[in-house]
């Protein structure tokens, strides 16, 4: 089942947190990373948020057709190009009509994912300046969230929601249970997310012009492509974090960098 974010007026967001892995799985028992992927729907228009891999094509659509038509998705927003991403990217398009949003940067990459000839026509490359992606009545806001961690990176906004989707950053590693459920306060997620942020985000100085960009945005949620989402008092703690956290290239040294013994 499928965690409702908002519902209002004909606009839904959805989030699905345990595709394809086992019941009651933690992410370290799990093969797989968890990972989540959305659904936002405006009227009788739909648009999937990082739709993932082939271990949760199955299930989400299916979970998705009690919801929303596929036969009516209008865009499949991919943050980047990694395999827990958009690897199911060759099914999709053929089970739908749906344009593909994605970096410039990664635009003659993803079609290694499908069958030659399958995304031809069907590419939307987005620049490094972002863009907004009509839904419905409404736009959803690609922001440029570059080498974070990828080098083409963006999340996607919903100002009617007031939810951004964040993608790697606000990562915490729990299992799909837990991704369910809201925090509102950022020090129990920390011990979840520290690790992976000081190696997967590149620098300080990335994180700095993010968190100076967001703050101008009306925010309610902060929902990551892993882990639980934020809420309330977590909101502007989490931005604040970042704002201050050394990471990547921050802490790189030569002992990284020698010859194996």
Not at 143 to 152: R, S, V, Y
Request: charged share 20%; proline share 8%; net charge negative.
């Amino acid at each position: 089942m499928p965690v409702t974010l908002y519902d209002q007026d004909g606009h839904r967001c959805l989030m699905f947190t345990d595709l394809g892995h086992p019941p009651g799985a933690d992410s370290h028992a799990d093969e797989a990373v968890q990972s989540n992927q959305f659904l936002v729907v405006d009227g009788d228009t739909g648009a999937i948020i990082d739709p993932g891999g082939n271990l949760a094509y199955s299930e989400l659509y299916l979970a998705m057709t009690r919801h929303f038509p596929p036969h009516r998705l209008e865009a499949l927003l991919a943050s980047h190009a990694d395999p827990d991403i958009i690897a199911s990217l060759d099914r999709w398009t053929t089970s739908t009509q749906a344009k593909i949003y994605v970096s410039a940067v990664w635009e003659r990459f993803i079609p290694h994912f499908c069958k030659p000839g399958k995304t031809v026509g069907r590419i939307v490359p987005i620049p490094d300046s972002g863009m907004r992606i009509r839904i419905g009545r409404s736009d959803l806001i690609a922001l440029p969230a570059h080498f974070l961690h990828a080098e083409g990176n963006f999340q996607f906004y919903d100002p009617v929601s007031r939810i951004l989707f964040s993608g790697d950053l606000g990562v915490s590693l729990v299992g799909g249970q837990a991704a369910q459920k809201p925090v509102d306060n950022l020090a129990t997620l920390l011990p979840h997310m520290e690790r992976f942020h000081r190696r997967y985000m590149v620098s300080n100085k990335v994180l700095r012009l993010w968190a100076d960009m967001v703050s101008t945005l009306p925010i309610q949620m902060i929902v990551p492509q892993h882990g639980a989402p934020m809420v309330g008092p977590a909101v502007g703690q989490f931005i604040q974090w970042a704002r201050g956290l050394a990471c990547g290239v921050d802490l790189v040294d030569s002992t990284l960098y020698r010859v194996p013994a």
